[in-house]
């Protein structure tokens, strides 16, 4: 019979399983949620009395305000987390292998493993193990073998996987109101009371008919699924904003159009300077990596292309800018709004504004960034990797970092919108007209702004998928 899940452990403190099993603890009194992490800076922000957390989520901080110290509870001591509990969240980070079989596309299941076998060596009671990063199909496997191998008598583990479906920026209302909740479990009785136990959890705040119960194969299939098809429809309508330009079609009304049709549906549909974010690429390079395994070549090289697509709308928004402005920018001071992968997170993981600054730097530009929430820090880090020849005190010469959209602007030859933060909306965009040197460019790769009012102050504008 299914157990009753009472205490939780989750293994890995980040964006996916912070807020998850946040919203778990506030939604579960009963229920005790442990969440651990190796990062003691990252627990500590977690534990911070005024409740500065690593991560900027919105709603997150009302979350943790009311259950922290009732039930949700953050730690470094990894063993204490795994011995309590009798369900356990594997929520370590799985980055894109860096070298090695696979380097570029593959999954670095270290942390999957490392996490895996501290399960299996501290464990003195049964436990339902859940994998909740995204991996490679067939992870689960790797992680019920090597459990098995090193536990102890008397232990029994089964494995889930209960993929994360939260978008950053909205993960507390996904996590409120998920479309559906998905588990994956080996389909033996063992497997599917392990399932039942999950989905009771779950059925505290979602709808029976939403928690959808499935194999472990296809359960980490549709998570990758349905990433590589969500991004795909973002290459697609970014190819198409190439063909807008050209020919004098509006990308936006060519969206609306298209998305009117109820097969296609009108989401998912905004043409960007490029899609960002931990998930999208590395879970399509996952696919690709995984079919080149099956030996389904053409399948590979189908979704490849969406990660080809997707580089090149970055490098051809960035080719604009500067053929816009009369074939150079060298020398020129180039305002940069936004830095994250997309507005209200602070995240930057593969954000299109670091491809942008590398390619502005690399033209011998001058660049202002400001950003609402990444920090100083991050932006250095980043600039730093994506130009590992260049000294990071010569980067800084280049490039600053400024306190405000509006500092960022002055004295300035053009203003790019890399993430579409709603505050860029209310810039003072008179005061920002006479601060810059003229003609005075604005380049909007979020389709964010009122080019016509824009304008009409004086500015030349130019936007995704419209012709100059
Ligand atoms: C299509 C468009 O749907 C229609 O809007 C346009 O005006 C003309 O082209 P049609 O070709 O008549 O219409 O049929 P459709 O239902 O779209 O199916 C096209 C093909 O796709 C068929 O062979 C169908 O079997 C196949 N199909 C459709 C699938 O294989 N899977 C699906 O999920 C849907
Ligand atoms: C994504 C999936 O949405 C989520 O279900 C999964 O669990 C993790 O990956 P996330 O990466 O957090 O979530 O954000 P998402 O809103 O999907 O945006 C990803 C990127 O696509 C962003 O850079 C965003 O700006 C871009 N995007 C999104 C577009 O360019 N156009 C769109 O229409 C939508
Ligand atoms: P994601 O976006 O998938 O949540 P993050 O990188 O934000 O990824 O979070 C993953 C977290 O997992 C990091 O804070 C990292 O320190 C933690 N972590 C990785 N391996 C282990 C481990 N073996 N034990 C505990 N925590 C781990």
Not at 48 to 63: A, H, N
Not at 242 to 249: F, R, S, Y
Not at 375 to 398: G, M, N, R, T, Y
Request: include cysteine; charge should be neutral; glycine fraction near 6%.
């Amino acid at each position: 019979a299914p157990v009753k899940v009472t205490k939780i452990c989750c293994i890995g403190a980040g964006y996916v399983g912070g807020p998850t099993c946040a919203v778990i603890a506030l939604k579960c009194p009963h229920i005790q949620v442990t969440i651990v992490d190796l990062n003691k800076a990252r627990v500590d922000a977690w534990n911070s009395p005024d409740f500065k957390l690593p991560i900027y989520e919105p709603g997150l901080v009302e979350v943790v305000r009311e259950a922290r110290g009732r039930n949700l509870f953050f730690s470094t001591d990894v063993d204490k987390g795994i011995e309590e509990a009798n369900l356990i969240f594997v929520s370590v980070n799985t980055p894109t292998k860096k070298s090695g079989v696979g380097a570029g596309f593959a999954a670095d299941l270290n942390y999957v493993e490392a996490a895996t076998r501290r399960i299996a060596n501290v464990a003195t009671s049964s436990k339902i193990v859940v994998e909740k990063s995204t991996v490679p199909c067939r992870t689960a496997e790797s992680m019920r073998t090597i459990l098995e191998a090193n536990s102890k008598p008397g232990c029994r583990f089964d494995i889930l996987s209960n993929p994360e479906f939260l978008a950053e920026g909205t993960a507390i209302s996904d996590l409120f109101k998920p479309d559906r909740v998905l588990i994956g479990s080996l389909q033996t009785p063992g497997g599917r009371d392990a399932c039942q136990s999950l989905a009771a959890v779950y059925a505290n705040w979602v709808p029976k008919e939403q928690i959808l119960t499935v194999g472990l194969w296809s359960s980490e299939l549709s998570k990758l699924a349905a990433n590589a098809m969500l991004a795909q429809r973002i290459s697609s309508i970014n190819a198409l904003s190439a063909i807008c330009e050209a020919t004098g079609a509006n990308i936006d009304e060519v969206a609306n159009a298209i998305g009117y049709d109820s097969r296609i549906g009108p989401k998912f549909l905004k043409a960007s300077v490029g899609f960002g974010g931990s998930c999208f690429q590395k879970d399509i390079l996952n696919l690709v990596y995984l079919s080149e395994s099956l030996h389904l070549p053409e399948v590979a090289a189908y979704w490849r292309q969406v990660v080809e697509m997707n580089e090149h709308q970055k490098r051809r928004f960035a080719k604009r800018v500067v053929d816009t402005m009369f074939s150079t920018i060298t020398g020129k001071r180039i305002a940069v709004l936004g830095f994250a992968f997309k507005a209200d997170t602070g995240d930057t993981r593969e954000s299109a504004a670091i491809t942008l600054i590398r390619d502005f730097q690399s033209e011998k530009a001058y660049v202002n960034v400001y950003d609402p929430q990444v920090e100083d820090e991050q932006i250095w880090q980043d600039l730093q990797e994506a130009s590992p020849l260049v000294p990071l005190d010569q980067i800084k010469k280049q490039v600053t970092i400024c306190p405000s959209a509006m500092e960022a602007c002055m004295n300035a030859e053009a203003v790019v919108i890399a993430t579409e933060w709603k505050e860029f909306l209310d810039i003072d965009w008179e005061q920002v007209y006479k601060r810059m040197n003229k003609p005075a460019f604005v380049f909007d790769g979020r389709l964010l702004i009122d080019a016509e009012r824009l304008r009409k102050i004086g500015f030349q504008v130019t936007t995704i998928g419209r012709p100059n």
